[in-house]
């Protein structure tokens, strides 16, 4: 185990796993091999609270994800689902992406139907944009499939990317050999997204964002 750092204050991090490959659904002639970290949780049954430096830790994986992918991702825009996706999305856009427009969904769930809030935002872009969703965590619940086809009629023609902090495994084992052994992978797959990038793997009940972000 190690600790995840990306500078700050000190406090009690989280305790990080070993790095594994994982191959995932990519571009054609992309590279499909992406270099995942686990999340063990010492408190099984209880949701694993991030601290900022693991979240900053995670977002960077992604970012060399995103640059590993095989050739060069511009994007137009970056979307967060919810709050902490917005967060991820805001670090993916200066950092990654040349300050690319950031478009915000909020999710309502009422009983078992999510509709997106009229607090929502979707920036105006060029025809057929390129489209990175960021989400923090998926596990059963098909929200990103809902976002993928609310962004594909907003947006037509759009390349759709998804890049998500933590995926949650089907079984005890954090460093899966699957894509398939992920609950989310049915989920994604239907989603059709050009590429799939992953920075870490959960187990149930999943992880909490810094400072409770929704």
């Known amino acids: 185990m190690r600790?995840?750092?990306?500078?700050?204050?000190?406090?009690?991090?989280?305790?990080?796993?070993?790095?594994?490959?994982?191959?995932?659904?990519?571009?054609?002639?992309?590279?499909?091999?992406?270099?995942?970290?686990?999340?063990?949780?010492?408190?099984?049954?209880?949701?694993?609270?991030?601290?900022?430096?693991?979240?900053?830790?995670?977002?960077?994986?992604?970012?060399r994800?995103?640059?590993?992918?095989?050739?060069?991702?511009?994007?137009?825009?970056?979307?967060?689902?919810n709050e902490a996706g917005l967060v991820m999305a805001t670090f993916l856009a200066s950092a990654q992406f040349n300050r690319c427009s950031i478009g915000y969904l909020r999710c309502n769930r009422v009983r078992n139907e999510i509709t997106f809030a009229a607090e929502s935002h979707y920036p105006e872009s060029v025809e057929a944009p390129v489209i990175v969703i960021c989400d923090f965590e998926v596990k059963h619940a098909d929200v990103v499939g809902l976002v993928a086809r609310e962004l594909r009629e907003r947006y037509p023609g759009a390349e759709l990317y998804f890049a998500v902090f933590g995926a949650m495994t089907k079984g005890n084992s954090l460093e899966v050999q699957s894509f398939d052994d992920l609950t989310g992978a049915t989920i994604m797959q239907a989603a059709r997204f050009d590429a799939v990038f992953i920075a870490a793997t959960m187990s149930p009940p999943g992880i909490e964002p810094p400072l409770e972000l929704r």
């Open 3 to 63: 600790g995840a750092g990306v500078g700050g204050p000190n406090t009690t991090d989280n305790a990080v796993g070993p790095d594994f490959n994982l191959v995932v659904p990519t571009i054609d002639n992309g590279n499909p091999a992406i270099s995942v970290f686990s999340l063990p949780n010492p408190n099984p049954g209880q949701l694993l609270d991030l601290t900022w430096n693991t979240f900053g830790f995670g977002v960077q994986r992604l970012m």
């Open 65 to 81: 994800q995103i640059k590993s992918l095989g050739r060069r991702l511009d994007a137009d825009i970056c979307v967060g689902i």
